[in-house]
């Protein structure tokens, strides 16, 4: 398989463990559920009295004409029942909808949430097409198990049951024996081949996310795969891999052909047998024509939903395999969390503390070695050098995106992990240096910093960005719809939509990681001067490759390989003539 990836094969105890984790979802509604299973189990006994009535119809209908009497008892039970029987269906359909609806929700709800604890890592390595189709048809399992589990399997079973009983009651005992020898038959069969069956679903499933993932990628990428002129590349790809899910499908198609043709030999020689022995009684005179028509609507009434009950199963494991999946996810363990001693973070100020810190995204290469410096509050650091220098993982260990490998990042001289991250981020704002904006309009992203602001708030922020005028030439203005990432928006302008964003959020510490190097000269200078005036209150980390833009800054620091080789202002780091005057010679010179 050109993923890289094997269907696993089935496992029983992950069925099991997803079942176990759908039932306290279910849990909450269990009055609900008690009033739903209790319609069920009476539309079940009205069904099951049907027949009798029926039987006794036809009993009452088959005297001599000088003895006909219409069997109005009969024909009003029989009406009753199945009425009862019908309102009663629908009834629990309509108890039971709250059920699985709201655990639909509940889990839907918990999965996204639990995506957004889960580590910047596992982000970075994660498929987005693969992953929302996975959560996708995860869901939609847990309605089917929901529904049919309860609705489909454990009536039928009850059935089959019930309508032994009345066998062992009116007839011999072999008429009892042969419906359940054909019904455990008929199980027995059907269990193993969907078994076996399981693989060809769980490869179509690993096929169907892995094309998902590289058709979103695609897609999300457009402008590059126009870029490089690789459209047959990609649709080759794509095609190969549907290739190959077509032909899991065929395969999984052709093993239920194989199955229902089974099943229907095993229903029909039951069916035959049970008929032959009851036809056989009342040419003897040992049973009514009543009897044969009782024995014929039970198997008609009792092998329908049998027959249903082996799709249903099917389709049960088939939503417990994509359900593994998704249940998979809350499984996956936070890299990054909360101690349980953690304290909300609560100043109007605030200092920053890098102490000797390391840090490696892989242990095998090196960000980050003994990384020493201090922020007071109020007070800008300015982290330049070349790229690759570990400037930009400044800012995602400030944020706790990680955790150090080794020494502390601090904020007022307490480690951050002694915090909340939630209170952390809130006391944090950046412009990142690749701006990416919601598919929504200008007004929401720009509110997005603060999402309960007032509209003068937000459009307060938006002119401090030097944003308000373009936004105001627009034909729909702040509700104008920015696109896929803000396709629609240029660099710069984006990048000021971003700037306005943290503004909005207004935190004591304001991190720009290369805030400016989307826009022109003169919009670059106005927004300095803005951000000057922001800054100036505020504990600020400037990473920047241009060096125009951290002239001002109250500390430099040059980073190289992820160690610091020199600090100061700029004048003393120009007079150094080290790294830094020969970057600031040659930018320059450029």
């Known amino acids: 398989m050109n993923s ?38 009476g539309a079940k006994l009205a069904s099951v009295v049907m027949p009798l009535y029926l039987k006794d119809i036809v009993d009452g209908l088959s005297l001599p004409g000088t003895a006909l009497v219409l ?27 709250p059920v699985t609806q709201g655990s639909i929700r509940r889990i839907s709800t918990q999965v996204f949430q639990h995506l957004f604890a889960l580590s910047l890592r596992f982000h970075m390595n994660r498929q987005t097409g693969g992953l929302s189709r996975d959560i996708e048809r995860g869901t ?35 008429f009892a024996l042969v419906t359940l020898a054909s019904i455990i038959t008929y199980i027995v069969f059907t269990l193993v081949v969907t078994e076996r069956r399981m693989r060809f679903r769980r490869e179509m499933n690993e096929l ?35 290739a190959q899910w077509v032909h899991a499908a065929i395969r999984n198609q052709v093993s239920l052909n194989l199955l229902n043709m089974g099943q229907a030999v095993i229903i029909t020689a039951g069916v035959t047998a049970l008929l032959w022995m009851s036809a056989t009684g009342v040419v003897n005179e040992e049973l009514s024509v009543g009897d044969v028509v009782l024995v014929s609507a039970y198997l008609t009434q009792l092998y329908a939903p049998l ?52 840090f490696a995204y ?46 502390q990042v601090c904020v007022n001289n307490v480690d951050v992990r002694h915090f909340t991250q939630a209170s952390l981020r809130q006391h944090i704002g950046i412009v990142p240096q690749d701006t990416v904006l919601f598919n929504d309009t200008i007004y929401h992203n720009i509110a997005y910093g603060k999402p309960d602001a007032t509209r003068d708030e937000v459009l307060s922020a938006a002119r401090a960005a030097r944003i308000h005028l373009f936004v105001e030439q627009l034909p729909d203005g702040y509700d104008t719809r920015v696109g896929e990432r803000g396709l629609k928006l240029s660099g710069g302008e984006k990048q ?42 505020r504990t600020t980390l400037i990473i920047a490759h241009r060096l125009s833009t951290v002239i001002d800054a109250d500390e430099i620091v040059v980073m190289d390989r992820g160690e610091i080789i020199e600090r100061g202002n700029h004048r003393s780091l120009l007079l150094k003539q080290g790294k830094y005057a020969a970057m600031w010679a040659l930018q320059q010179q450029s």
Request: a neutral charge; one cysteine or more; charged letters at 25%.
């Open 4 to 41: 890289g990836k094997e269907a696993s094969a089935p496992k029983s105890n992950d069925a099991l463990k997803a079942i176990r984790s759908v039932l306290p979802y279910i849990w909450q509604y269990k009055w609900r559920v008690a009033v739903a299973m209790a319609c069920l189990i």
């Open 71 to 97: 069997p109005v008892a009969a024909l009003i039970g029989y009406g009753f029942s199945r009425l009862l029987s019908s309102v009663l269906g629908e009834l629990r359909d309509a108890f039971f909808a």
């Open 140 to 174: 939609k399992g847990v309605s089917f198990l929901l529904n049919f589990t309860l609705f489909n399997i454990f009536p039928t079973l009850l059935e089959i049951v019930m309508v032994a009983a009345v066998l062992l009651w009116r007839f011999e005992i072999q």
């Open 208 to 242: 169907d996310s892995w094309a998902n993932t590289r058709a979103v990628d695609a897609l999300l990428n457009y402008e590059t795969v126009k870029y490089f002129g690789c459209e047959d590349y990609e649709h080759r790809r794509y095609d190969e891999n549907l």
């Open 307 to 358: 027959n249903f009950l082996g799709f249903v199963y099917r389709e049960i494991r088939h939503a417990l395999t994509d359900m593994e999946r998704m249940f998979r996810l809350l499984e996956q363990g936070q890299e990054v969390a909360d101690l349980p001693t953690a304290t909300e973070l609560h100043s109007p100020s605030a200092s920053v503390q890098f102490k000797d810190v390391s």
């Open 362 to 407: 892989d242990e095998r290469r090196q960000v980050i070695r003994n990384l020493n410096f201090e922020i007071p509050a109020g007070k800008t650091l300015a982290v330049v050098g070349a790229s690759g220098a570990g400037k930009s993982t400044l800012a995602r260990l400030l944020f706790r995106f990680y955790d150090v490998s080794h020494g």
């Open 496 to 537: 000021r939509v971003a700037i306005a964003r943290t503004l909005l959020k207004n935190p004591p510490i304001l991190i720009l990681d290369e805030a400016t190097s989307a826009l022109d000269t003169h919009t670059e200078r106005a927004i300095q001067d803005q951000l000057k005036v922001i800054a100036k209150d």
